[in-house]
């Protein structure tokens, strides 16, 4: 099963100086039954990027928890073994949990299929989404569409060779 790891730019040194991704259970987001119904496609590509998107709002999550972090959202991209990541059935159908599963198990890093991070140009927008959260969740409109122009900038794909470097610049 494809899942998509929220992190920031420090977690994901983190997770190279390590070599573990998540050590179980951590949160990431799938392909669920839940997400499937919102995103009312049967395309695997669409729902996949659904998926990725949805830990895209998780990484701001964690971005605006650390103010110190760079301003770029980071998702990894990983295979684990069905029946290794779950949906909580209390909350499946809740917006701000669709996509969201928990992983049981470790995971290596070596075990990420690709990475995607915010390109440089992308962190005014994101600093100002991250900021925006708070008064977007107490149902501001204005705040909503600054946290939805975060969305605005697509996620570069990286090769995981390329994670040195991506934590090197970060």
Same mark, same amino acid.
């Given at each position: 099963m494809r899942v998509y790891v929220p992190l920031t730019l420090p977690a994901?040194?983190?997770?190279?100086?390590?070599?573990?991704?998540?050590?179980?259970?951590?949160?990431?987001?799938?392909?669920?039954?839940?997400?499937?119904?919102?995103y009312l496609s049967e395309d695997i590509?669409?729902?996949?990027?659904?998926?990725?998107?949805?830990?895209?709002?998780?990484?701001?999550r964690l971005l605006a928890a650390d103010p110190d972090a760079?301003?770029?959202?980071?998702?990894? &991209?990983?295979? =684990?073994? @069905? #029946? /290794?990541?779950?949906?909580?059935?209390?909350?499946?159908l809740e917006p701000s949990a669709l996509g969201q599963v928990t992983v049981a198990v470790s995971v290596p890093l070596?075990?990420?299929?690709?990475?995607?991070?915010?390109?440089q140009d992308a962190e005014p927008d994101v600093a100002a989404a991250a900021r925006a959260l708070p008064a977007a969740d107490g149902g501001?409109?204005? &705040?909503?569409? =600054?946290? @939805? #122009? /975060?969305?605005?900038?697509?996620?570069l794909w990286y090769a995981t060779q390329e994670i040195p470097n991506l934590v090197a610049r970060g």
């Open positions: 994901l040194a983190e997770a190279h100086r390590t070599g573990e991704l998540g050590s179980g259970p951590f949160v990431a987001y799938a392909v669920t039954p839940a997400l499937r119904e919102w590509e669409e729902l996949e990027y659904a998926a990725l998107g949805r830990a895209a709002l998780a990484s701001l760079v301003r770029r959202r980071v998702v990894v &991209a990983v295979d =684990v073994p @069905d #029946g /290794a990541a779950s949906v909580d059935p209390d909350r499946g070596a075990k990420a299929a690709a990475v995607h991070v915010d390109a501001d409109d204005d &705040a909503r569409f =600054v946290v @939805d #122009g /975060a969305d605005d900038h697509e996620l």
